[in-house]
């Protein structure tokens, strides 16, 4: 488990729960409130508020100054820059809460994308598995389950304990079918899954095959529209947005 996996258990768990009753793009909305939530009430705990306010109030009137200005350029030019500086040190201020603010929606980003992204495919649908390099020797158990393709390999995604295994031509296991968990990719081990870990494992490091995509269904949240709509990002990131921007109006954050 990387480190921001952290918290997957216990978001799981409570998704599995709200699954009894709501939808996968209901799941989704109010996972991007709850993320827009977090947000605000970081920046808003991290940042100097009332700092941030008196600069705020100081630059509205420095701008109603430069508004209704009526002399010589020249005499213009402080009034600028002082508006100029005093944007800068708003900006200095509340950049570094900003981007901190952004560190725990990074975890549940992470669990969203690995629980929605991808589908497990019905028993009995042809699944593509495609190895890297592409001509890596690959062998099935048992062999009549799979069907060689001109870039790697078809199968019939099998029943639960219908176990299908997939090994490289070393005797190296790669991975075993069905997958408990919607995984499109298993690859080597890298130095960032300490941070995102793969739940399916990795491929051993003395394997010829580097990685081994597989051609899962991706998740469909709304069946209508483009299909830059369909997924998850869409409706997470848009709730996440409009959840931001309301939170900070309520919660009266500068």
Do not use: C
Request: no cysteine; glycine share 10%.
């Amino acid at each position: 488990m990387g480190l921001l996996d952290l918290p997957a258990p216990i978001l799981g768990a409570v998704d599995g729960a709200l699954g009894t009753f709501l939808p996968g793009f209901l799941r989704l909305l109010l996972w991007g409130v709850l993320a827009g939530w977090l947000t605000m009430i970081t920046y808003r705990r991290l940042s100097n508020q009332e700092k941030i306010g008196r600069l705020k109030v100081e630059q509205k009137v420095q701008q109603k100054l430069i508004a209704d200005f009526d002399g010589e350029f020249n005499e213009l030019l402080p009034l600028i820059r002082k508006t100029l500086g005093t944007g800068f040190r708003q900006l200095g201020l509340a950049l570094g809460p900003a981007l901190l603010a952004t560190v725990p929606v990074l975890f549940l980003v992470v669990w969203v994308a690995g629980r929605f992204a991808f589908d497990q495919p019905e028993i009995g649908a042809t699944v593509s598995f495609t190895p890297e390099p592409a001509r890596t020797e690959l062998q099935w158990q048992p062999p009549e389950a799979a069907t060689e393709s001109e870039d790697g390999w078809s199968v019939e995604w099998p029943a639960p304990g219908q176990n299908v295994r997939l090994s490289d031509g070393r005797n190296n296991a790669l991975l075993e079918l069905p997958l408990e968990h919607a995984v499109p990719v298993i690859h080597k081990k890298h130095w960032w899954n300490a941070l995102m870990a793969n739940p399916i494992g990795y491929l051993p490091d003395e394997s010829p095959v580097e990685v081994v995509h597989i051609g899962l269904p991706k998740n469909i949240v709304i069946a209508a529209g483009p299909g830059w709509m369909r997924g998850w990002m869409f409706t997470f990131f848009l709730s996440f947005l409009l959840a931001s921007v309301g939170f900070k109006f309520v919660l009266k954050i500068d």
